[in-house]
């Protein structure tokens, strides 16, 4: 299956600088890569997504990047706000099948990043 | 309506008790997991429905089982389980369970085994 390797672990930044945190995968079938934020207690939150057909895309401070030849994938947060602390979550889509030998697709996670913003 | 509900929000239970906890989505979609997640980790698949059926069991013991009574519901039946067992329980739903479809998480069970 997908294995999916999230850097780094954990990152502290000033508020208003920028945040990277990177991601590679190994599956190059994969073709699907959501961004989730997980605030403390509260479920993962869908913040950006990119698919394999696509190099780069942003929504207001943050970005994603794909490199599918390199099989990575990044997040950009500019402008950091304490809000934006939480712990962050990259996957990746990849096949797998069911019992009656149908493909399916299915997330792999990455082991997270707890992004702390200093004020 | 873009949520996926779930009850009940805290649950705790002794290791002989029978418990469920319940999933709901109302977006018509027609792929429903449950993950567990332990502190500080990401979420761990357990089980996938898809059109009602089960498609995936990630080699979960037979203490935790799934069931899908209709497109909209999505439950997890819970016996005899172990202190170990005590996670935060996550119900997703997606459109469909093809390639590329964003899935949308409920809330969460907090689970504790006593």
């Known amino acids: 299956g997908e294995n999916v390797e999230q850097h780094p672990s954990t990152l502290s930044v000033q508020e208003g600088d920028s945040a990277v945190i990177k991601c590679t995968y190994s599956?190059?079938?994969?073709?699907?890569f959501p961004w989730y934020k997980q605030e403390l207690g509260k479920r993962p939150q869908l913040i950006i997504d990119?698919?394999?057909?696509?190099g780069e895309k942003k929504d207001q401070r943050i970005a994603v990047t794909l490199n599918k030849t390199a099989k990575h994938f990044s997040l950009h947060i500019t402008e950091t706000q304490p809000e934006d602390s939480a712990v962050y979550f990259c996957a990746a889509s990849s096949s797998a099948m069911d019992p009656r030998g149908s493909t399916l697709g299915r997330l792999y996670f990455g082991r997270g990043t707890q992004l702390t913003v200093w004020p | 309506d873009t949520e996926v509900t779930q009850t009940p929000k805290h649950l705790v239970m002794g290791m002989t008790n029978k418990k469920s906890l319940k999933c709901e989505q109302h977006m018509g979609h027609r792929a429903m997991y449950w993950y567990k997640q332990k502190a500080k980790k990401p979420p761990e698949l357990m089980f996938v429905y898809s059109y009602e059926k089960l498609s995936i069991n990630e080699s979960v013991p037979s203490r935790f089982s799934p069931e899908c009574p209709n497109s909209s519901l999505l439950n997890l039946h819970l016996h005899a389980l172990q202190p170990e067992d005590s996670a935060l329980y996550l119900c997703?739903?997606?459109?469909?369970?093809?390639?590329?479809?964003?899935?949308?998480f409920g809330q969460g069970t907090r689970l504790t085994v006593v």
């Open positions: 990119i698919r394999s057909n696509v």
């Open positions: 997703a739903s997606s459109q469909d369970t093809l390639w590329g479809s964003e899935a949308f």
């Open positions: 599956d190059s079938a994969s073709n699907y």
